[in-house]
């Protein structure tokens, strides 16, 4: 633990070749909805295709401000968010490549929509304006919510489904178009345990399904330590804690107390075992898995 | 006198040969189909609030159009652009404000609420002036706030129609992204889906509706057309689009009834409009209560 509260101001990710396929990029990015007082602070972050990264922090340490940036509602006032190689506000309708899952997902009461309605809005951004979603989008959204095991259910009314089930609605929607990547902002926290192993069960299938990067914002560290690939840790700035480690109560006592810094943690093996599960697909993934080696040295 | 020996025993085919009432029950028909068509949305949107604003103020606009233009009355057509524009320069600030959200140093309820009944004031003050200035009443400031059969005209007829059509044409041709609008704005627009033009593009039909309307029931009471079809047919429907139907055929009977009403009781068609709406929630409550909640139904 020796090493974690070195000077943290631009700390580039380590780990990766600047070729490989990065799904988002933060370049030296800060952030304050009022001056003086930094949400983010110079942010160096970089997520790679495929990967399951676990966002933590502590309250008001900038984690919905940051996918805010990445989902393009908020611009940074220094540095740039990529996501996919194009900078997040001008993405327009190809937002729908970023599956996008609300804490909330409560669909308001009496709001007039069946469930297989709600899953097929899913379609609308690809669809553009003008067109409307014929027998093969709602197949699409049939598929996707027999995926999130809400098969049987299409002609109920949204708001009648269960907590649980509204949040597997929302993710539904979320994968009907067909999204690069999945950003799920604390999607444990209405859920009890049985709940939540389904929730990790369910994204594990989906990522090797649909080849998905996933990106999860939650206080559930020891879920996310034990299902996401890397886990990192904001407050205010990021750092990067290049260590093949479990992650440790003392680390996390640090983190949750220190104002400044952040750690970030990698499980590499998770990593691996998915690149060779996929290795068909093909997205480029030798270099970066070598580059993890050569870079394991820098810090260690 | 020979229209009032036929008022004195007003028989229903009595009244539609005049030609007000006719007038009356065609602007009325077609002001709820407007209102109501929209009212499924506003509901919930949770926008109610902001067609109550936008009526106060069409009340500045109209002040500021009788004061400026000297000797206008309420039926000129310069009163009702006045009134359109300012209207839609202010929908265009709540549409701004509302998109804020909680971004904004003012609560966006705040906001509309100073700036609307701020409206209201300069209008009834430079309305006081004009009569002042002009020494005559130009026209009972109770036919701007409760509406007034004898004060439409043909115009009025022809602008309600004229939205009718706008209005059916925006739900047809957007009816997915208003739907996905409704449902989360926020998310639509994560989601690829333009929400920030359909934000506007709905606000301005607010604007719209409630300014052209409030020449059939008034100021005070059109809001209330904007919510009370929406609740009934949310209250039936499973579905955005026979909800929208519903609300549509419930606001139109509301109006075309409620403006015959006002013809043979001389009461303000708002009022009865207003009421008749009331009476239809009570039964739509009632029945629900009787035969359990809505089911859904495809």
């Not at chain 1, 444990?188 to 069960?201: E, H, W």
């Not at chain 1, 030798?286 to 394991?296: F, I, Q, R, S, V």
């Not at chain 2, 030609?19 to 949107?45: D, E, F, N």
Request: net charge neutral; hydrophobic share 50%.
């Amino acid at each position: 633990m020796s090493d974690a509260p070195v000077a943290v101001s631009s700390p580039t990710a380590p780990v990766h070749a600047a070729d490989a396929p990065s799904v988002i990029e933060l370049k030296n990015v800060s952030f304050a909805y009022a001056p003086g007082t930094p949400v983010l602070q110079n942010v160096n972050f970089r997520v790679w295709e495929g990967e399951f990264l676990g966002l933590i922090g502590p309250n008001g340490g900038g984690k919905s401000t940051l996918l805010k940036l990445v989902l393009g509602l908020l611009s940074p006032q220094e540095g740039e968010v990529l996501v996919l190689g194009r900078k997040a506000e001008t993405l327009g309708k190809d937002r729908a490549l970023l599956g996008y899952v609300p804490q909330d997902t409560t669909v308001r009461r009496q709001f007039p929509a069946t469930v297989l309605d709600v899953a097929v809005m899913g379609t609308y951004a690809r669809l553009g304006l003008f067109r409307r979603p014929g027998e093969k989008e709602r197949t699409a959204a049939r598929e996707a919510l027999k995926h999130v095991g809400l098969e049987g259910l299409e002609t109920r009314q949204a708001a009648n489904l269960s907590g649980g089930q509204q949040q597997r609605l929302s993710i539904a929607r979320a994968l009907v178009a067909e999204p690069r990547l999945l950003l799920l902002d604390e999607p444990t926290s209405g859920l009890d345990t049985g709940g939540q192993a389904q929730l990790f069960a369910l994204l594990d299938d989906l990522r090797k399904h649909y080849k998905l990067t996933v990106v999860m914002v939650s206080h559930d560290v020891t879920a996310l330590a034990h299902y996401a690939d890397q886990l990192a840790c904001l407050s205010r700035t990021l750092h990067w804690h290049d260590r093949s480690e479990l992650i440790s109560e003392a680390v996390l006592r640090k983190v949750y107390a220190c104002e400044l810094d952040a750690f970030f943690i990698q499980h590499r093996e998770h990593l691996k075992e998915f690149h060779a599960d996929n290795a068909p697909a093909g997205h480029a993934h030798g270099p970066h898995c070598e580059h993890d080696h050569g870079a394991t040295g820098k810090h260690g | 006198m020979a229209r009032r020996e036929s008022m004195a025993e007003p028989t229903f085919l009595d009244a539609l040969s005049l030609p007000m009432v006719q007038r009356g029950l065609v602007a009325g028909s077609l002001c709820g189909l407007c209102c109501a068509s929209l009212s499924p949305l506003v509901v919930l949107r949770r926008m109610a609030f902001v067609g109550d604003g936008i009526a106060h103020a069409a009340f500045g606009g109209m002040g500021i159009a009788l004061f400026f233009v000297a000797g206008s009355r309420f039926e000129d057509n310069s009163v009702r652009a006045i009134t359109i524009l300012w209207c839609l320069v202010l929908g265009f600030a709540i549409g701004k404000v509302t998109r804020r959200g909680e971004s904004g140093k003012l609560a966006e309820d705040s906001a509309i609420g100073i700036a609307f009944s701020v409206s209201m004031a300069l209008g009834a003050l430079l309305i006081m002036l004009k009569q002042q200035r002009e020494r005559t009443y130009v026209q009972p400031i109770d036919a701007l706030l409760f509406g007034n059969i004898f004060l439409l005209t043909d115009v009025d007829v022809v602008l309600l129609g004229a939205l009718t059509v706008v209005i059916l044409a925006v739900l047809a041709m957007f009816f997915k992204e208003i739907f996905f609008y409704a449902f989360d704005a926020r998310l639509a627009e994560v989601s690829g889906v333009d929400a920030r033009f359909i934000h506007y593009l709905f606000i301005m039909l607010l604007v719209l509706v409630v300014v052209i309307s409030s020449r059939v029931v008034g100021i005070v009471l059109v809001s209330a057309s904007l919510i009370i079809p929406g609740v009934i047919a949310l209250r039936l429907c499973t579905r955005l689009l026979p909800a929208i139907l519903t609300a549509s055929v419930i606001g139109s009977l509301s109006f075309f009834f409620g403006m015959y009403l006002s013809h043979l009781w001389r009461v303000s068609p708002g009022s009865a409009v207003i009421l008749l709406q009331f009476v239809c929630l009570l039964a739509v409550k009632l029945l629900l209560l009787i035969r359990g909640p809505k089911v859904a139904a495809h």
